[in-house]
């Protein structure tokens, strides 16, 4: 813009002095009342949360609880009995079915290569179906994407499929390197059983080298009975050693047994508790986590804290005698790792009580200390919660990007409610990520604290300036 | 400002418009360069790094290495071997004489309220002197601060002093937690020995509640040798049991033994490296951790990753071809921990030849994520920083405040020097800090990588536009 151009658009933009003058006066009192609401959750979370105690509760009482367990059935009530003693306005369980996968016997694994034989860390993915009785046996083809695979088709018959693409450690958040792998362990084995493979096994989802098998969801899609196959996770440490092996021994034989199965669904519950909006009660801001994890470990990190967060957020604003404008509901999901049950349930119910959801907050990319979070809304509300950066930039949250928010709150999307995912440090994630080492000991006090104390004042802002 | 004035200024102020296009342009190139170098140097250090290998092999095939000891010495060669390695143009030790003082045997403590006997976890503190051979037993006297001490006075004679003022968990950073605590660690015995008590403990210095004593260093200062009195520190869960047993029976007694000594001073070294500068090889950038660590664990985060983290810096700059205009200097300070012995001596041996040291970095924070850097410097020279903000900030490095350094690069302070402090994360260092359990195990291998290239895109910055 030309110098003079630029000067006649200040004159327009311009208002009276004295109006500036008053405006300035009014936004600095409102900032510094803000300043000081948001400074004063911090310091109820780290000197006087309840985040830790619950979720040591959690994790060590109930322990690990996939949907359809009697732990997710106990979780439910924990849960329950928690939002009740806690005073909130109204506290609910939302019936929902959930499936129900077991994983049966610990599952076995090994390969042999010139009579010696190596012990293989492994792990059933949630869906797969069981090898027969006697386990699988085959020759082993390393692949490196589904495309390889695919390629390969019918040179995979009789082979167990070994999907071994690691994570990019190029990349700074580990959520993304774990979206560029994931694929291999979701849809592997529906990708390779058309070929007559005999089974899948995937390198674990994590930049970690170690003995931990990682499980997770993977899904046949829609293809015919015949053609599933079982499907494992492998330790990476595995991964390497197999690798290394298959280039000195191309023939070597794997071996994995495995007996889970899929049994009928279950009924279970969203569990649901709110404070009732004094001007808008029936608009809704929604914070939440997944109350299910998976069944290897305690859940901890995933996602017992972001349970345990998005109570406190409720806790932490009744604390500081704030009588929210907007009704503000915890959900703590059911079934977010194999079937998002829980979530759809809620996005179906609140469709057909035509609620009015302005906002929704998801804590499940574990308890660690504060970055920022990922926001999808309107151009126009992406702009107001950028000049809240200044209140919560002090308190580490500088990231305000825009992205996906959160697996449970996803089927709320509409036009005009906006979504927020709590974005923790992520470095640290994936060494625990759906494994046997998920437990309540990972997670540091302050960390989970301050991860409360964030939400919380993300959702007051969002009680306060969003309608 | 009025409208009109306003106007004028932005017409003093603007300069002609074909200059600013030329210079928004070079600034856009050079600003994609740098961009795209730092991008680099965090590519490398994630996907090449030998910071995580070497701290694995310092920690774990040398060990703790208090000052004075065979460790520290094994650590000397071990730094010297590794720089030596890496080919930078010049390796060499600085003698320096060091503390020497031992532990002794594994101190031991208990107490016992009505017959029952409650075992203490304790630890000598880094400068004390022994209890007698058969232990010190005494009635408590439990305060908050130097100044409650004080003014109990003689009231303290014949006790045991209990120093319990817990760090304040509403401080965000917990260095500053510390700071506010650590008086009690330093000087207590110092301050009661001259109304004749028997002995102090600590409440070990951290937030986290457990069983792990905490130790470092204690200081007599310049008290009569009679009024010396044995100091060790208890772990926070002691500190707590015997706080609230001491209010329901303020009688009842306490015991502990050690057997630490001072030692003669020993000779040691700091271990230096360096890269030539091309265009100012008599103008020096240094950047450094401490060699020495406590003795009672490995010192991973304390400070065995501030050690690889610096040489790493020169590693990633010599693997990116980067030639540095100034003579950068990588140092491995001995005796942090217990004297600074080392960040002395360096300091007085700059002066001697009259070197110019423009800027200096430590890293000794731990190996956690990146938050930013503390700095001193001159007013220009820090508004030259803050404009590096932008290149930095999508690292995690958001927080450029102006502050404390790093304690063996202070020696360095002038009028024309910047000094940084490489600031990770705050909230997990205490937990681990002057432990047993500060090792390995507790680093994050992805962390302390991220912090190797925040730190080696600060010194490219600075060799690049610092003069």
């Known amino acids: 813009m030309k110098p003079i151009l630029l000067m006649f658009s200040i004159m327009l933009s311009l208002t009276p002095f004295s109006k500036i003058t008053m405006d300035k006066k009014e936004k600095i009192a409102t900032t510094e009342t803000d300043s000081l609401t948001i400074a004063n959750f911090f310091k109820n979370s780290l000197t006087k949360g309840k985040s830790y105690d619950w979720l040591r509760d959690l994790t060590t009482n109930v322990g690990g609880r996939l949907s359809g367990s009697p732990e997710a059935q106990k979780a439910v009530i924990w849960g329950e009995n928690l939002l009740k003693s806690l005073n909130f306005d109204k506290v609910w369980l939302q019936p929902v079915m959930v499936p129900h996968w077991v994983r049966g016997e610990k599952e076995k694994a090994y390969f042999t290569v ?13 869906g797969s179906i069981a090898t027969s009785k006697n386990g699988v046996i085959g ?11 695919t390629e390969m088709g019918e040179k995979l018959k009789g082979k167990i499929v070994f999907f071994n693409r690691p994570f990019d450690d190029a990349l700074l958040n580990t959520f993304h390197a774990y979206g560029g792998c994931v694929d291999q362990r979701y849809s592997g084995a ?77 009924p279970s519950f969203n569990v649901i508790g709110e404070i009732k909006g004094s ?21 901890a990190h995933d996602d017992g804290a972001g349970i ?62 504060p970055r920022g979070f990922s926001i999808g809304s309107t151009a126009n509300n992406y702009k107001l919660f950028l000049g809240w950066k200044k209140l919560l930039s002090p308190y580490g949250l500088n990231d305000f ?27 640290r994630y994936f060494d625990y990520h759906h494994t046997a080492i998920d437990t309540f ?27």
């Open 114 to 126: 010139n009579n010696t034989k190596y012990d293989v860390p492994i792990c059933a993915l949630g």
């Open 139 to 149: 020759e082993v083809v390393e692949v490196k994407s589904l495309k390889e695979a």
């Open 190 to 266: 529906a990708t390779v059983g058309k070929f007559g493979a005999l089974a899948v096994i995937v390198r674990s989802m994590t930049s970690s080298i170690d003995d931990n098998p990682h499980t997770g969801a993977m899904s046949y899609g829609s293809i015919p009975e015949n053609e599933k196959i079982p499907n494992a996770a492998i330790s990476t440490n595995a991964a390497n050693l197999l690798s290394k092996k298959l280039k000195e021994n191309p023939n070597l034989k794997f071996y994995f047994k495995q007996s889970c199965q899929t049994l009928p669904d279950e």
């Open 279 to 299: 001007v808008f009660p029936n608009k809704y801001i929604t914070v939440g986590g997944h109350l299910d994890s998976w069944d290897l470990a305690q859940g």
């Open 308 to 369: 345990v967060q998005s109570i406190e957020v409720l806790r932490l604003l009744k604390l500081s005698g704030i009588k929210p404008k907007h009704t503000i509901r915890v959900v703590l999901f059911m079934n977010e790792e194999n079937g998002l049950r829980g979530g759809k349930k809620y996005a179906e119910e609140a469709k057909l009580n035509h609620e009015n959801n302005i906002a929704a907050l998801e804590s499940d990319s574990g308890g660690f200390t």
């Open 401 to 427: 990007s825009v992205g996906h928010a959160g697996s449970d709150i996803g089927p709320l999307k509409s036009d005009s409610i906006s979504l927020f995912g709590y974005r923790p440090d992520s470095q």
């Open 441 to 467: 000991d990972k997670v540091n006090k302050r960390e989970l604290e301050l991860g409360a104390a964030s939400m919380t004042s993300l959702v007051y802002l969002l009680d306060k300036y969003l309608n």
